[in-house]
């Protein structure tokens, strides 16, 4: 079996993200990141590339592009983009999260990122904080149900309330 398109991105891609019609990327070049929608039937890019500082990942909910960059100098940020216009809807700096090897997970109005054993659930319409767990002293990648946020290091998975951050 064939593909049905290839594209050449001009970088690494991310792991794609599949939503709205699009499959979603983010791509690390020499000279920083860039995010690109490409039409999930013909491959044609509909969006971008625009450019972000560093390396990112991203990740989708209602709407809109959630996507995580750190640069070297340890500069993080995550950033809000409209999935139709590349509009950025917002920016909040997480200098002092210290975030590095980690993707965001969005969903029901949150979106949630793991690092240095410490997750983070930000408004999705806004970039402000709702609350912080430590939850282990390695990097995390949530998973999120309505029911929670889970957790694992490797090593020990705990389950969070997704509105509290409460363990369950």
Sequence with gaps: SSATWSVDVGGTPSYAVIADGKVLVTVNTSSGAELLALDQTTGATVLGPILISGLANATYDNGRVFVLSA??????????????????????????????????????????????????????????????????????????????????????????????????
């Design 71 to 168: 640069n070297r100098i340890g500069t993080t940020n995550l950033e809000a983009y409209d999935v139709n216009t590349g509009a950025l809807d917002w920016s909040t700096n997480l200098t002092a999260f210290v975030l590095l090897n980690t993707a965001p997970t969005a969903a029901d109005g949150t979106v949630y990122v793991g690092s240095n054993g410490t997750t983070f659930a930000l408004d999705e319409s806004n970039g402000e904080l709702r609350w912080t767990k430590i939850v282990s002293s390695e990097d995390l990648l949530p998973a999120v149900t309505v029911d929670g946020v889970y957790i694992t290091d490797g090593c020990n998975t705990a389950d969070l309330r997704p509105t509290t951050g409460e363990f369950i």
